[in-house]
């Protein structure tokens, strides 16, 4: 059997509209990178899958997965490594105290530095403020209250301040995360980027 296993198929004209849209689509998309030195075509296909899965994947998803461990929270975060890494947006998680355990590439980008592992807490802006501008502590931001009351956190924007004083609006997604026994072990947090996905609409539209 060669290409498919099925014994006759046929395309529709509605799914051959569809397809004619996607290529489009395509064809407007970034060229595909080419594969890295001393990486086999294995390698190279199985990193595109996975860039075009965290492509597609809503920071609720994302969520859900880390939420799926069973004896700690690392066991998701190494799970998910792969996809974790080439996600386009930020995401980071902490343990029960709010000291940061992973961040991705996109949340280097977002804060605009690299927070130290086990050391800084709650979340690795370098300030936050509310939307009127006022300054808003690290000790009472999103991932606080996430952790503290044990609930997730949505319909918020805040914004960041980088070392190098540029600032970005971004919608946090804190979530508790717990063990098997359904004990809090830490909480994850997605942070959209809200200029970025305003700017990804408007060009979709």
């Known amino acids: ?11 529709t004209a509605a799914q051959l509209t569809a397809t004619t849209k996607e290529q489009n689509l395509v064809a407007r998309a970034d060229p595909l990178p080419e594969p890295e030195a001393g990486m086999s075509i294995r390698q190279h296909v199985r990193t595109m899958l996975l860039r075009l899965l965290a492509k597609r994947s809503s920071p609720e998803r994302v969520i859900e ?65 509310t939307l009127n501008g006022a300054p808003l502590p690290h000790d009472r931001c999103p991932m ?9 956190v949505r319909d918020v924007t805040a914004v960041a301040e980088r070392p190098d004083g540029a600032r970005v609006h971004f919608r946090p997604f804190p979530t508790p995360l717990h063990d098997a026994s359904d004990n809090l072990v830490g909480a994850v947090n997605v942070l959209i980027d809200v200029d970025v996905a305003n700017a990804t609409e408007g060009r979709s539209s």
């Open 1 to 11: 059997m060669r290409f498919n296993g099925l014994y006759l198929f046929q395309v």
């Open 65 to 129: 997965y880390l939420s799926l461990s069973t004896a700690d929270q690392r066991s998701a975060e190494v799970r998910y490594a792969d996809m974790l890494a080439a996600l386009p947006f930020a995401v980071y998680t902490t343990d029960a105290t709010g000291r940061i355990t992973f961040y991705n590439e996109a949340a280097v980008t977002l804060w605009g530095r690299r927070p130290v592992l086990g050391r800084d807490r709650w979340c690795g802006s370098w300030r936050i403020y």
């Open 144 to 152: 606080v209250v996430a952790i503290r009351e044990d609930r997730r």
